[in-house]
């Protein structure tokens, strides 16, 4: 009898933000779970009891039969430890979930690897919905970016092929998209703190601005003082940041990038 594709046997290396929620996805999915290796005990253990897998602190002993290993450990860790990750289990299929790294990052070390990279910011503590979430794979053989575009495919309607490079150009957006906007909430959130502002009061704006760019293209969604050059009210707003040299200059470089890129 031919066996479903949730069938496949998986092992997560890494139990971080991306791992959690992609582990939990598969198995509430169907997906076999066998075993969850992480560097402290605590996150290894949380993450196997929620999929029902086995857990281990040792790389030496994480098992060596699973057909599908998934790797979602920080960069550095990932090739620092790669000859050891893979040690014995070569003839397996192995992907990563870095948006950064290479494919080629598992040549000469296993006969079969690729990549499964879901662009989305992920936190342990929220539960996301994989079918809204884009999934990029690639793969060394033919055969393989079926199989990984089959098993997406179980968790999201945006399934993609990329190249490692365009996966690179992807992770750099998605930086400049997600992690640079958060850090400017983080910086408002700050200032609006110092005058006894809760955060809470800019979510209507924070949400106006996301679904404008679901119906038209940033640039014509840009509004504020920068694109029509204001000098009065940009010059006061630097002078409101004088104490603040580092978002003083922010304030400088972004409303100087708005300008040229609508003028």
């Given at each position: 009898m031919r066996r479903s594709i949730e069938d496949t046997s998986i092992v997560f290396i890494g139990a971080g933000n991306l791992a959690t929620n992609l582990a939990k996805a598969l198995y509430d999915n169907g997906f076999r779970i066998i075993q969850v290796y992480s560097r402290t005990e605590e996150s290894a253990r949380a993450l196997a009891q929620v999929v029902e897998a086995t857990y281990t602190t040792d790389l030496s002993s994480v098992v060596t039969d699973a057909q599908l290993y998934i790797v979602s450990l920080k960069d550095a860790a990932f090739v620092q430890l790669l000859p050891e990750i893979v040690a014995g289990k070569e003839n397996a299929l192995w992907v990563h979930t870095a948006g950064s790294i290479p494919m080629d990052v598992w040549a000469d070390k296993v006969n079969r690897y690729g990549v499964l990279y879901p662009m989305q910011t992920f936190s342990k503590q929220r539960v996301v919905d994989f079918q809204h979430i884009?999934?990029?794979?690639?793969?060394?053989?033919?055969?393989?970016?079926?199989?990984?575009?089959?098993?997406?495919?179980?968790?999201?309607?945006?399934?993609?092929?990329?190249?490692?490079?365009?996966?690179?150009?992807?992770?750099?957006?998605?930086?400049?998209?997600?992690?640079?906007?958060n850090h400017m909430y983080a910086l408002a959130a700050g200032?609006?703190?110092?005058?006894?502002?809760?955060?809470?009061?800019?979510?209507?704006?924070?949400?106006?601005?996301?679904?404008?760019?679901?119906?038209?293209?940033?640039?014509?969604?840009?509004?504020?003082?920068?694109?029509?050059?204001?000098e009065n009210v940009i010059n006061n707003h630097l002078q409101m940041l004088s104490d603040e040299p580092e978002m003083q200059?922010?304030?400088?470089?972004i409303s100087e990038s708005i300008h040229r890129q609508n003028s």
């Open positions: 884009p999934i990029f794979v690639e793969s060394n053989s033919e055969a393989d970016t079926r199989f990984l575009k089959a098993v997406a495919s179980v968790l999201s309607k945006q399934v993609y092929e990329a190249t490692s490079e365009q996966r690179k150009n992807l992770h750099l957006a998605a930086v400049f998209t997600c992690n640079f906007t200032l609006l703190k110092k005058h006894q502002l809760p955060f809470e009061i800019m979510l209507p704006l924070i949400d106006e601005t996301a679904r404008k760019v679901h119906e038209i293209e940033p640039h014509l969604a840009q509004t504020g003082p920068a694109i029509r050059y204001d200059e922010l304030y400088r470089l």
